[in-house]
């Protein structure tokens, strides 16, 4: 017989959350028995909740620093020292601004939405000062970057992934001029991670962020030819990216007509085995190190080594400049790199959780 899927119950909301408790009671007129006349007694209630969102409020902060004389001199004045702040005499006060760096940064919106969206609750101000205030922002916490960053080399793992964006007005630059924002994160120990801007994506500008790393620790990264000088001068535990290869396979799978796909097309059938190594990983999530070490060496040696096979048979019958021989170059190039996650349980597979620490600012790019 068929069995009927459980549904899942709705996560319930944070007990924490303030409540305000709405009562409906039926009218006096209605408070009695149908059957008999008799008046109705209260029993209980039925429970149900909502959650609520109460709109941005905005308010004015009026300091008043209180002045003092001498009743008996002109010289005994004092005036009460004002309160330290991000930016003295600024028009926002340190909660605005870190509900604005806030926004801007893990939320991916804006300044001129922000200052749109301020608008609308009475508070006018521009975009421009907004700006400027971030930037005065990052002045301020530089010293706790700079600890950060201190901090984030030390470790024994090190995510890094860069992306393009444009900066329109930059001395000497022109606003088409492709700039680069690099993403570096901890994978063990405190969780930390450090965005920094470069004009251009050379080894130089690369090596820079990368200065005082502890030799010996493990790097997570793509492709990108610099990555290899950085392990080199450093030497570096260099670990390359699957979830990367991956999506070069897929570009090939998805360049053949949907109607002209079966299970043995090439790209497929790499698709498939690199989907096994995700698997064994997905298993091992919550396992312990030694456990998944275990795993790797029973079972994902064997996926590599099948992958590294149908490599060495089908990559000389493609066309190196196709989607299809584009992936295999990048897996043939990769592949020590591509196999090393296995010689430690501890070590990443991919660099998945960078990629995603970058995606908040890809989004608020557009």
Avoid at 88 to 104: C, M, N, Q, V
Avoid at 139 to 157: F, H, K, S, Y
Avoid at 269 to 298: D, M, N, P, V, Y
């Amino acid at each position: 017989a068929h069995t009927r899927k459980k549904r899942g119950h709705r996560k319930p909301l944070d007990p924490n959350l303030p409540r305000e408790v709405i009562r409906y009671e039926l009218p006096e007129a209605e408070r009695f028995c149908t059957n008999d006349g008799h008046a109705l007694v209260e029993i209980g209630a039925e429970i149900s909740e909502q959650l609520d969102v109460i709109p941005e409020q905005l308010r004015v902060i009026q300091h008043q620093r209180v002045k003092y004389a001498c009743p008996c001199c002109d010289l005994g004045i004092k005036v009460t020292p004002a309160p330290p702040r991000i930016i003295p005499r600024g028009l926002l006060s340190d909660s605005a601004l870190a509900w604005i760096a806030t926004g801007k940064y893990q939320f991916g919106m804006p300044l001129y939405r922000q200052a749109g969206l301020l608008r609308r609750f009475g508070g006018d101000i521009s975009s421009n000062t907004i700006a400027a205030s971030m930037v005065r922002v990052g002045l301020a916490t530089q010293p706790v970057i700079n600890l950060m960053r201190d901090a984030l080399l030390e470790t024994d793992l090190i995510y890094c992934d860069e992306t393009t964006f444009q900066v329109l007005k930059e001395k000497g630059r022109k606003p088409q001029t492709k700039s680069y924002l690099w993403a570096q994160m901890t994978g063990s120990g405190i969780p930390i991670r450090c965005f920094s801007y470069t004009p251009g994506r050379g080894a130089k500008l690369a090596d820079k962020l990368f200065t005082g790393i502890r030799k010996g620790a493990v790097l997570m990264t793509d492709g990108y030819e610099p990555y290899n000088d950085i392990a080199h001068r450093y030497d570096l535990v260099h670990l390359g990216c699957w979830a990367h290869l991956r999506r070069y396979f897929i570009k090939a799978e998805d360049n053949v007509p949907k109607a002209s796909r079966t299970p043995d097309l090439l790209a497929t059938r790499f698709i498939k085995l690199i989907g096994r190594l995700f698997a064994a990983e997905a298993r091992s999530e919550t396992w312990k190190a030694e456990r998944r070490q275990r795993l790797r060496r029973r079972y994902s040696v064997r996926v590599l080594d099948a992958i590294e096979k149908l490599m060495l048979e089908q990559s000389p019958g493609v066309v190196p400049k196709s989607l299809l021989g584009k992936a295999l170059t990048y897996l043939r190039k990769q592949w020590p790199k591509l196999i090393r996650y296995v010689e430690n349980g501890s070590w990443p597979i991919s660099n998945n959780p960078c990629e995603n620490s970058i995606r908040p600012f890809c989004v608020g790019r557009r």
